[in-house]
């Protein structure tokens, strides 16, 4: 009867070893491929964060909503704007020492990060068309924040970004003004530089009427 008892221990040892090894295995391909995705994702996250086009940076608090839902919000996005999802801890290193590092503050919670270039006014929009709808299903998801020209935006402050006009149209604005067509206004877009600047200080203190000035 011992001899029995202690067979079958053995037997199961012999037996489970070939699937613990594989259980092994298999947990470091997924570390592995883990790290390599997060990898991806920070370089991902950098280089949005620091091609000139890049605008505007916002996050968006997804909790809840569905694939189907995130899908329909990737699509709804205009041109020059992109959706990442991805770690706050990662945002915070990608934007280290940018303009955009104020965003962190909005990095708590389950965050889409938003990047746009200057057509911020439209996406602003599409975001908000989403919203309400998502809404009415008792989803209950908004902006957690904004970063432009090294200015943090609070959620509640973000409204007036709807209205922001485009680099486009404010070198149009300026060429109306001295009378000269936008392609030959080279002295004109450092102004609008200084003037989206600008509207980025106004909006982050709530003096929203810079945007329609």
């Known amino acids: ?3 029995n008892v202690c067979a079958r221990p053995s037997a199961l040892t012999t037996q489970n070893a070939p699937n613990a090894h594989k259980s092994r295995g298999f947990l470091q ?4 491929a883990t ?4 990898n991806r994702d920070l ?3 950098r280089t949005l964060a620091n091609a000139e086009e890049t605008f505007l940076v916002a996050g968006f608090n997804y909790k809840g909503l569905t694939v189907k839902d995130m ?3 990737r ?3 205009p041109e020059g704007a992109h959706i990442m999802i991805a770690k706050n801890t990662l ?3 990608a934007v280290e020492g940018t303009a955009f590092e104020p965003i962190t503050e909005a990095s708590t919670g389950m965050n889409a990060w938003v990047f746009v270039d200057e057509n911020v006014a439209p996406t602003m929009k599409a975001v908000k068309t989403l919203t309400k709808a998502w809404k009415k299903d008792g989803k209950e998801v908004a902006f957690t924040g904004a970063c432009m020209d090294g200015q943090f935006i609070a959620a509640n402050k973000m409204e007036p970004l709807e209205s922001l006009p485009t680099k486009l149209d404010l070198i149009t604005q300026i060429a109306v003004g001295i009378k000269q067509v936008p392609t030959k206004l080279a002295r004109g877009t450092k102004g609008t530089a200084s ?3 600008y509207a980025a200080r106004a909006i982050a203190d709530g003096e929203s009427s810079i945007i329609s000035a």
């Open 1 to 3: 009867m011992r001899a």
């Open 29 to 32: 391909v997924v570390g592995a």
């Open 35 to 38: 790290k390599e995705k997060k």
């Open 43 to 45: 370089e991902r996250l």
């Open 71 to 73: 899908i329909a919000f």
């Open 75 to 77: 699509r709804a996005m």
């Open 91 to 93: 945002l915070r290193k």
């Open 195 to 197: 003037k989206l600047g």
